[in-house]
């Protein structure tokens, strides 16, 4: 009995191995499936016809059951024939069907909202000139705009997400292979790292030299896989989608040898990635010039910065309006609160260098106990981890009710008065004390050329779980490609963080 126990177990044990593997294996197939760029593509132009449909149809319902208008007065038969390609051509033309790797939410942000709002305008001029004996009602238009934005946003949003959660555990990721040396790819890493993006899965590094000290110093955390001259046989063996080349003072830095890697990797359809400090130049935009074949830098037009900065003052007022009445509706509950536990003050004056150079003070509902720089300065152990990070993962110094409105930052309110004023921006670089300008060195000047806001970049993208050189790093990321639709996207992520209460202490 005893044996056939045993037996019957090792041959359970057997059956559920095979069938983990077989499992495995058909996630491992899907995901390399869904990694190719094609699918990819098929899987964003299937969700954008299927928004624009769903926004028409719903549209078409919602007027006809409130307006009370017959079918024939919304718009004619078959209509959806005409528009569904032209938006699709649309998005195909402004580069909407490009890799999904390469573009970064606010982009899409930016892009959905110029396709949608394009379309409607050609569409609705198209109405009047070529459809104008068959009628059309302008609430269908106009309703079908709003949702059409909103369904394409949702949709294509949905994607990325469904990507980035794959990519998080390993799966559809491009193998990619670097060239160059330590030093520029581990920057490469950072840059990715800081946007938590998780799209490459990075086999191994080609270096051109046999002295292995110059690797010292450099963290890649990657596997040395052999020499340049071995790379194609190297690719082929792992796999590779992806070619990385650092141009970085490297020795691969030879235009004939980087044109021969190109030429070999077209043929065997591997796509390839130049990395060069030259062509992440924040605040340029290039193009190639079709007669040189040069690439040539240009700055961003003047009036698209203006309107967007135009865009980010009247947002800061609104936000501000609402927020401060919303505090002002706060102060007696928490103020009741607060008084309730120790009897100490309700607000805390906090210290912040503005662009000026100089100290201001904003508020914040006080989370500390009144005695809490006193706990700092007697237990050396805490002052010295503040003085590394200026935080503290398990502060004695926090009250109970502090506690609570720091995990759902409700601490952060009154700095909404500050919003209004214009003092600070909701979104923006964080304010720092006085004692941490040391920390940011020769980026300084840079960091107080914005104004420094209540939520920014690195408190969407890791809270208070990032190391303090991380957030100086997140904080110059977020100036360098400041745009409105980042600002769009940092608001809609600063609101889900604080709702899940990820990261916060």
Same mark, same amino acid.
């Given at each position: 009995m005893v044996t056939e126990t045993i037996i019957q177990s090792v041959g359970s044990t057997k059956h559920g191995e095979a069938a983990h593997a077989r499992t495995t294996g058909r996630y491992s197939s899907i995901a390399d499936l869904l990694s190719r760029s094609w699918v990819k593509k098929l899987l964003f132009v299937s969700s954008d016809m299927v928004a624009i449909v769903a926004a028409h149809q719903l549209t078409e319902a919602?007027?006809?059951h409130w307006m009370k208008m017959p079918a024939t007065a919304l718009n004619p038969s078959g209509y959806y024939l005409f528009y569904i390609p032209f938006f699709t051509a649309l998005l195909y033309a402004l580069?909407?069907?490009?890799?999904?790797? #390469? %573009?970064?939410?606010?982009?899409? &942000?930016?892009?959905?909202?110029? /396709?949608?709002?394009?379309?409607?305008?050609?569409? $609705?001029?198209?109405?009047?000139?070529?459809?104008?004996?068959?009628?059309?009602?302008?609430?269908?238009?106009?309703?079908?705009?709003?949702?059409?934005?909103?369904?394409?946003?949702?949709?294509?949003?949905? #994607? %990325?997400?469904?990507?980035?959660? &794959?990519?998080?555990?390993?799966? /559809?990721?491009?193998?990619?292979?670097?060239?160059? $040396?330590?030093?520029?790819?581990?920057?490469?890493?950072?840059?990715?790292s800081i946007q938590l993006h998780h799209g490459y899965d990075m086999t191994g590094i080609l270096v051109d030299s046999e002295d292995d000290s110059i690797f010292e110093g450099a963290e890649t955390g990657l596997p040395v896989l052999g020499g340049l001259p071995d790379w194609e046989a190297i690719a082929d063996a792992e796999g590779a989608t992806l070619i990385i080349v650092n141009l970085e003072d490297s020795p691969v830095n030879h235009k004939m040898r980087v044109l021969e890697i190109i030429r070999r990797c077209q043929e065997k359809r591997i796509e390839v990635e130049i990395y060069s400090s030259i062509f992440g130049a924040q605040g340029l935009r290039y193009e190639r010039d079709e007669f040189s074949g040069y690439f040539r830098f240009y700055s961003r037009p003047l009036w698209s910065r203006a309107t967007q900065r135009g865009v980010k003052v009247a947002l800061d007022f609104l936000i501000g309006l609402v927020g401060s009445s919303v505090t002002l509706l706060m102060v007696p509950i928490i103020g009741l609160i607060l008084k309730w536990e120790d009897g100490g003050t309700i607000f805390h004056r906090r210290e912040y260098v503005g662009m000026d150079g100089r100290v201001h003070h904003f508020l914040k509902f006080r989370t500390m106990h009144e005695n809490a720089e006193e706990i700092l300065?007697?237990?050396?152990?805490?002052?010295?981890?503040?003085?590394?990070?200026?935080?503290?993962?398990?502060?004695?110094?926090?009250?109970?009710?502090?506690?609570?409105?720091?995990?759902?930052s409700l601490d952060e309110f009154p700095q909404f008065f500050g919003v209004l004023t214009g003092q600070l921006s909701f979104v923006g670089p964080r304010a720092i004390t006085p004692?941490?300008?040391?920390?940011?060195?020769?980026?300084?000047?840079?960091?107080?050329?914005?104004?420094?806001?209540?939520?920014?970049?690195?408190?969407?993208?890791?809270?208070?779980?990032?190391?303090?050189?991380?957030?100086?790093?997140?904080?110059?990321?977020?100036?360098?490609?400041?745009?409105?639709?980042?600002d769009l996207v940092i608001i809609a992520k600063s609101f889900w963080e604080v709702v899940r209460a990820k990261g916060a202490y």
């Open positions: 919602a007027t006809r580069d909407g069907y490009k890799s999904l790797d #390469l %573009r970064r939410t606010e982009k899409e &942000l930016e892009l959905i909202f110029k /396709a949608v709002s394009f379309s409607f305008i050609v569409l $609705t001029c198209a109405n009047f000139v070529f459809f104008k004996p068959l009628g059309f009602s302008r609430y269908l238009m106009v309703g079908w705009y709003i949702l059409a934005l909103t369904f394409v946003l949702v949709a294509r949003t949905s #994607l %990325r997400l469904m990507f980035a959660m &794959l990519w998080r555990r390993g799966l /559809a990721r491009q193998r990619a292979l670097l060239l160059g $040396t330590p030093y520029g790819l581990a920057d490469l890493q950072r840059r990715l300065q007697n237990d050396p152990v805490l002052r010295a981890e503040f003085e590394c990070s200026f935080k503290l993962k398990n502060d004695p110094r926090v009250s109970r009710a502090g506690r609570l409105l720091r995990k759902y004692q941490a300008c040391a920390r940011y060195g020769e980026l300084l000047p840079k960091l107080l050329s914005v104004k420094p806001g209540l939520t920014g970049f690195w408190q969407v993208m890791g809270r208070q779980t990032t190391t303090y050189e991380e957030k100086i790093q997140m904080d110059m990321f977020y100036i360098d490609q400041w745009s409105i639709w980042l």
